[in-house]
């Protein structure tokens, strides 16, 4: 795994934890927080992945 990739699923993490606390405590603002972040997340994911996926067929 690259830091992307760990940084991604961290971000993932951080969001579902805002989301679900958004959601016990009625706050759509810290929800919808929540929701970008794992957006963000998965996006950092998917490019660490890509750049993992490149360094594999350079062997």
Same mark, same amino acid.
């Given at each position: 795994?690259?830091?992307? &990739?760990v =940084? /991604?699923?961290?971000q %993932?993490?951080? +969001?579902?934890?805002n989301?679900?606390? *958004? ?7 810290? &929800?919808? =927080? /929540?929701?970008?972040q %794992?957006?963000? +997340?998965?996006?950092?994911?998917a490019? *660490? ?11």
């Open positions: 795994m690259n830091r992307d &990739q =940084k /991604g699923v961290a %993932q993490v951080k +969001g579902k934890v989301e679900v606390v *958004g959601k016990v405590t009625g706050n759509r603002t810290q &929800q919808l =927080k /929540g929701d970008l %794992q957006a963000t +997340g998965t996006a950092r994911k490019f *660490g992945d890509g750049k993992e996926k490149i360094r594999r067929m350079g062997r």
